[in-house]
């Protein structure tokens, strides 16, 4: 009897089979003309190689069938799921097309949103609200329209999502049942994921009603050539690492089914020292780690899609074999284009793309005499070395470079992307990557493996000896579970046993019978008022948690109750997996095949090939060298020793450098240190927002994290809130001019607009690095603090005049002197001030200080590995890049002189003259624009460099490094005690989120790249003395000569998230009747500018609210010929009467009163007379 454990990829099927102690490898094309499914057909090629049988195929031989798949991935990727139609609850039918209103790109003018799944969304007329943790029907379920809407649909299959569905199941079942009745396909929301957040549980929902029918369309393919029920013998691969039966295969858990298998074959070289999976293949590299057990996570993205469900933990990188490569501005870039396998890489021979796989080739890393002749346009070539030569002789001409000192840098950048995506598997999770072995794998892993392993500092790599086909090894090691889970959000005190009894009843009656089962119950924990959800076993939960949460946050909130969100039951079944085969020992001296040239370092080195399957245990090889396996090659470095351990498997030993060798090639260490640097800070920006505890730093992620140079010029700034990007480094400055001296161990803090601040509840935490009493460079993190004092919750008043109105004033002072946190000072500050949540502030002040030295910490990593100077060196050089960037763009104008102006709302003029010189320098003069307001959307200095510079790296349309160089070449006129250059007492808090984005429309329009989008942030504040609520909600977005405008997006100068309905209404005393796009309100034109929001709110308690907008009187602009996009609306709804309540207000709403919020549409481009129509 035969088992068979198969990895079904997108471009091959591996097989491998047991068969006693023997096992048999395959691999074959997933798609070809000569069979009709691979799988199967692989098996039957086995069969035949065996028992000279035939099809059908005869399962007497087949004891088991264990497989992966990509195949709902790659039809989600390509959008080619079923056609499928969504049900939600009236008022909210665009809910997945909002998502939560971010854009992918924060810099991109054309902004791209997913693709939707859905075809057609039908509005169930009911509705469900949250009261005191109670389940309350407001609207019952309205049947008769239900029907009538279902009968119209042209699709037969649906996904249900109902408003609190998670935990009201009425409706959802109702709904089942009349859509059955009618002859649809169904998936209901509580079935697939019973959670609170409708969006990620609509999204899963949709994946599984979209995808699985796709699979079972598939599973009857592979079935069809088998003589019998061959699904009684098969197990599918889920995106946990467990195993199902084939009817129960679903798409929402099969996104990850084939590199599933990958991380559980980790468990069979596991020895109590952790690992790191590194799968390279053709397109993306996938990392992991494992200690003991599958790491996993619970919410993911895949193709823009949202999905809930257990996930093995995996990160992924667009660095494969196949990734293109470029030289972009004076930057190596690879990735992350792909070549793919047709036409593939230049050395495949079919006019393809430059690519890592002929960085590879040219450098030695591969050996063509290894491969079989199968590229060429007819497929019946070698690999074409000179193919690939051509295609980096332009760069290294460019660069003055040979072509190996080009190839050898793109890999250099490639395993630096490698390297990166691994400190996010690790570091990022509390856990040192020097610490693990890092164990290769997929095609082109053993080619990478030891350049990465050098950079994290790692010692040993392990190549399996089925490294080439692991993931279908994997699939032989898994095991089959069943699992229930439930909603239950009560503290964790009150989660009795009992509770899991009903889960455990539902699993028991799954199981096959016999079998012999190991238990699992498990809880998802959360401190109560956050949103960091750990999943830990029952039985001593609030230690497990504690661990966990300590170790990756750095703290406990131990004055917070632990509220139990769900309770999962899982039931694994315990079955005799595959033992591993010790090979024969090495008998004799081992022979290389040949010698190969290896180039390593800048110079050619002679690397003898050996065979991996001719080595025998205990053999050892010493670099440089190439082993080849028979699926994949595995390149050892100098100075590197490998030996075959016991079961074939090549245990390497990394020699650690002192310092980081660097090549000479400039545009290879730009590349590697603006990718470091740019890591740094996103590393921050995960500490900051980990160890933060206001929704608004942790959930909505309102907050930006920098590193400056020892000048205090902006060097890398993570791509977090546009309007902090240029503004830290004025506050940076301001410190070092107001600290001349600054002592060791010192943190600053400000967020005084004078001194580089925005408003003020962005403060700015800012530390230097001081060595030798002088200090070598700055690191600095700007956090919007949801409320700190003022006028009103929120601190977002409307109608401000003074800055004193607005909140707590920090003029720069030491938060930390001598490592003593000043948390009496800043007490007292925020005291005076009337800030309405302190411990907040104070625990986010400290998050911000820890986020700071993550960034020390990261930038010291680098000294130590290229030196003080080097990091200095680069510091400036990568300016440079931005900076000639942007002279290119200003110089390639032919006009020099440019002009544009709008009003605010309020009738203040913002006027802009730019003129342009030859070297591509300019002047951006906002002389004419109006006089300091007695109001608050004034705008420091600070935010209007951000703005333009913002704007500046939109138009560049170039993944370029974000930093001081971008406004370099700019400068800016603003005139004193103009809007644009308020006096010190000046209120500011309405000039960071409306005027703001003004000045990024007036910078488009004259530059004609842009019509205007909502022109502001549409900030809404509620609460009372017990708690504040901030949110900014999207609206339209302008159309540009390439593109329509986006709907329902935030655009320009903000990009955080709105908080789910169901959260919010969860959570605070408001029901958001419906959030939908605002249909037409975009201008019409030859490319339409995009819809803005309805956002309707009822409240259930008297509360404070305030709104702060703007484009409520001068509508968004057309350009080219293009229409005006809609203004926006704030209405108050109350007593049935509708009273305009303008740009900004501040009232007290009454129990019962609604307010919606519509917001303006975007400005269309060009004529309409000219615009191409959808077929």
């Known amino acids: 009897m035969i088992e068979f454990a198969i990895d079904r990829g997108g471009t091959f099927t591996d097989l491998i089979a047991r068969v006693g102690d023997r096992f048999i490898v395959k691999k074959v094309l997933s798609n070809s003309p000569f069979y009709a499914e691979s799988c199967s057909h692989a098996i039957a090629e086995v069969l035949h190689e065996l028992y000279g049988t035939n099809e059908p195929i005869d399962l007497s031989y087949i004891a088991s069938i264990r497989m992966g798949t990509t195949i709902a991935t790659n039809a989600l990727l390509e959008r080619k799921g079923v056609p499928t139609a969504l049900v939600v609850t009236e008022g909210f039918g665009d809910l997945l097309q909002i998502g939560d209103q971010t854009r992918p790109d924060i810099f991109a003018l054309e902004i791209e949103k997913p693709e939707p799944l859905f075809i057609s969304v039908v509005e169930a007329k009911e509705r469900v609200v949250v009261k005191d943790g109670e389940f309350i029907v407001e609207t019952p379920l309205d049947e008769e ?122 468990a069979s070289i596991y020895e109590n020292r952790p690992l790191i999976g590194f799968d390279m293949g053709g397109t993306s590299t996938d990392v992991c780690r494992y200690d003991g057990d599958v790491a996993l996570r619970y919410e993911s993205e895949t193709a823009g899609v949202k999905v809930r469900v257990p996930q093995v933990d995996l990160h992924t990188v667009a660095s494969g074999g196949g990734s293109r490569l470029f030289y972009k501005n004076g930057l190596f870039v690879v990735g992350p284009e792909s070549s793919g396998a047709n036409p593939g890489p230049l050395c495949y021979g079919r006019n393809g793309y430059l690519s890592i796989t002929d960085a590879n080739l040219v450098t030695g890393r591969l050996d063509p005499e290894s491969f079989p002749k199968i590229f060429g346009e007819n497929g019946d070539e070698p690999l074409n070395i000179s193919a690939s030569q051509r295609g980096f002789e332009p760069i290294a001409q460019a660069v003055g470079k040979s072509i190996e000192a080009v190839a050898e840098g793109f890999l250099d950048v490639a395993n630096e992307q490698m390297a990166t995506a691994i400190r996010e598997v690790t570091l990022k999770k509390g856990f040192d990557p020097t610490d693990h072995i890092l164990c290769a794998f997929g095609g082109a892993g053993g080619q990478h493996a030891i350049a990465v392993a050098r950079k994290l500092g790692i010692k040993k790599v392990l190549v399996h000896r089925y490294a080439g086909i692991l993931s279908a090894y994997g699939m032989a090691l898994a095991k089959r579970s069943f699992e229930a889970m439930k909603h239950v959000g009560v503290p964790l005190l009150a989660c009795q046993e009992a509770l899991f009894e009903p889960l455990q009843e539902e699993v028991a009656s799954k199981l096959p019978n016999p079998c012999e089962v190991r238990w699992y119950r498990l809880v998802r924990l959360y401190y109560e008022g956050t949103d960091t959800v750990i999943e830990v076993p029952f039985e001593d939960a609030k230690r497990a948690f504690e661990e966990h949460y300590e170790r990756e946050f750095g703290f406990l909130m131990l004055e917070r109750p632990l509220i139990v969100e769900s309770i999962r039951i899982r039931a694994e079944v315990v079955a005799q997996g595959w033992s591993r085969q010790r090979i024969s020992p090495v008998s004799e001296p081992i022979q290389p095949l040949r010698v190969h040239r290896l180039y390593q370092d800048g110079v050619w080195l002679d690397a003898p090939v050996y065979d991996m399957e001719s080595l025998g245990s205990g053999a050892v090889i010493e670099g440089p060298a190439l082993v080849m396996q028979s699926t994949s090659t595995i390149v050892l470095e100098s100075g590197c020793r490998a030996e075959v351990s016991a079961y074939g498997d090549l245990m390497i030993d990394v020699p650690v450098k002192e310092e980081s060798k660097q090549t000479e090639i400039q545009a290879v260490m730009d590349a590697l240190f603006s990718n470091r640097f740019h890591f740094i800070a996103t590393r921050m920006g995960d500490m900051l927002q980990k160890s933060a505890v206001s929704t608004n730093i942790k959930e909505r992620l309102d907050f930006s994290c920098a590193i400056f140079d020892k000048s205090g010029n902006l060097i890398a700034n993570a791509p977090h809130i546009p309007v902090h990007l240029g503004s830290m480094s004025s506050v940076v400055k301001a410190v070092m001019q107001k600290f001349p001296k600054p002592e060791e161990g010192s943190v600053y803090i400000s967020n005084a607009p004078y001194e580089g601040g925005s408003h003020l509840p962005d403060i700015t935490v800012v530390t230097p690095y001081i060595e ?66 302190i411990e907040d502030n ?92 007695w109001g608050n959307q004034n705008t420091p200095p600070s935010v209007v460099r951000s703005a333009v510079i913002y704007t500046l790296r939109a138009m560049l349309r170039e993944d370029l490094p974000l930093n001081e160089g971008l406004i370099a070449p700019i400068t800016l006129h603003l005139p004193e005690g103009s809007l644009l250059n308020p006096g010190k007492e000046t209120a500011v808090v309405g000039g960071n989120v409306t005027t703001s984005q003004r000045i990024v429309d007036v910078v488009l329009k004259a530059f004609g790249e842009s019509a205007g989008s909502q022109g502001c942030m549409n900030n809404v504040t509620f609460g009372n003395e017990g708690f ?34 169901e959260i919010l209404e969860r959570r605070y005393p408001v029901m958001i009747e419906t959030f939908a796009l605002r249909k037409g309100s975009g201008g019409e034109g030859r490319n339409r500018g995009g819809d803005g929001l309805i956002r309707r709110y009822r409240f259930f308690d008297d509360l404070d609210f305030a709104i702060l907008s703007e484009r409520r009187v001068f509508a968004p602009f057309g350009l080219a010929g293009g229409n005006e996009g809609q203004k926006g609306r704030n209405i108050l709804i109350r007593d049935e009467k509708m009273y305009d309540l303008g740009a900004k207000v501040q009232l007290k709403v009454k129990k019962g009163d609604k307010i919606e919020i519509q917001t303006p549409g975007g400005g269309g481009y060009g004529k309409i007379s000219g615009r191409v129509k959808k077929l």
Request: glycine letters at 10%; one cysteine or more.
């Open 145 to 266: 329209k239900l029907r009538e809407d279902l009968s119209k649909l042209k699709v037969k299959h649906l996904a249900v999502c109902l408003m609190h569905g998670y935990g009201f199941f009425t409706h959802e079942k109702r709904i089942k049942e009349i859509a059955e009745s009618m002859g649809f396909s169904i998936v209901c929301s509580h079935e697939t994921v019973p959670l609170p957040g409708a969006v990620a549980r609509a999204e899963t929902t949709l994946v599984d009603a979209y995808l699985t029918p796709k699979l079972q369309e598939y599973l009857r393919l592979f079935q069809a050539p088998f003589k019998g029920d061959v699904a009684e013998k098969t197990l599918m691969m889920q995106s946990d690492g467990t195993l199902c039966a084939m009817n129960d295969f679903r798409g929402s858990r099969a996104l990850l089914s084939g590199p599933a298998g990958g991380v559980t074959a980790l």
């Open 1028 to 1061: 504040g609520y901030y949110e900014t909600i999207g609206g339209g977005a302008g159309a540009t000569p390439k593109r329509s405008g986006a709907s329902g997006v935030h655009t320009h100068m903000t990009n955080t998230r709105i908080t789910d309905v």
């Open 842 to 933: 104070l625990s986010d002040l400290r998050a911000q200080v820890a986020a700071n030295t993550e960034g020390i910490a990261g930038v010291l990593t680098l000294m130590e590995e290229y030196g003080k100077e080097s990091i200095e060196r680069y510091m400036a050089s990568i300016q440079k890049i931005s900076e000639t960037a942007v002279r290119n763009f200003l110089h390639s104008f032919t006009q020099k002189e440019l002009f544009a102006q709008e009003f605010l709302d309020g009738g203040s003029p913002i006027v802009l003259n730019i003129s342009i010189d030859d070297e591509g320098g300019a002047v951006f003069d906002f002389t004419g624009s109006g006089m300091e307001l």
């Open 772 to 837: 030798n009493g002088e200090v070598s460079f700055w690191v600095a993190s700007r956090g919007h603090h949801a409320d700190i004092g003022g006028s009103v919750p929120g601190s977002m008043p409307p109608f401000s005049h003074r800055l004193s109105e607005e909140g707590a004033l920090f003029e720069a002072f030491a938060l930390v002197e001598q490592g003593r946190f000043n948390e009496e000072r800043v007490r007292e500050i925020l005291e005076r001030a009337g800030a309405r949540r």
